[in-house]
């Protein structure tokens, strides 16, 4: 993973905070503000300013996490509050569902389960006992 957000013009390097997701062909490291703007302007076909690296796997994800789903995923990277790496295979919809605050209960438990709660999931986002998302983005996903 990249130290620094991929976003044009970002300097964000702080690598806390960072996140990335590899589809097997281009990498992408992104900071939690550029990365609701990139989902904004996915959803309204805009370019998204991103600058990729190559991919560091090489190959697809396994199955979304989420749902299952097995078609165009993504390996999405983060850190959870013990400063330990985190792993998730992620569909496309559920990556951006993920940076919009708009996981379904039944993604956000699943996800939950298999990874604990990271900054992404963490109780001002989502009723950990629920999965309801309390601060959804108004973004079409």
């Not at 620094?4 to 690598?15: I, L, P, R």
């Not at 992104?30 to 990139?38: D, L, Q, R």
């Not at 330990?84 to 209960?105: D, G, K, M, S, V």
């Amino acid at each position: 993973m990249s130290n620094k957000c991929c976003w044009q013009g970002c300097d964000v390097a702080f690598a806390p905070i960072l996140s990335s997701f590899d589809d097997g062909e281009k990498l992408i490291t992104i900071c939690p503000n550029h990365a609701a703007e990139y989902v904004y302007r996915v959803s309204e076909n805009e370019e998204t300013k991103v600058v990729p690296l190559p991919s560091e796997t090489h190959q697809a994800a396994a199955a979304c996490d989420a749902c299952g789903e097995s078609e165009n995923t993504v390996l999405y990277r983060t850190i959870n509050y013990m400063a330990e790496n985190l792993e998730i295979n992620l569909c496309r919809t559920h990556l951006h569902r993920l940076f919009a605050r708009q996981l379904e209960p039944e993604a956000f438990l699943a996800i939950a389960k298999k990874h604990g709660i990271f900054h992404e999931i963490h109780d001002d986002f989502y009723d950990p006992e629920s999965g309801i998302a309390f601060q959804p983005m108004d973004i079409k996903v």
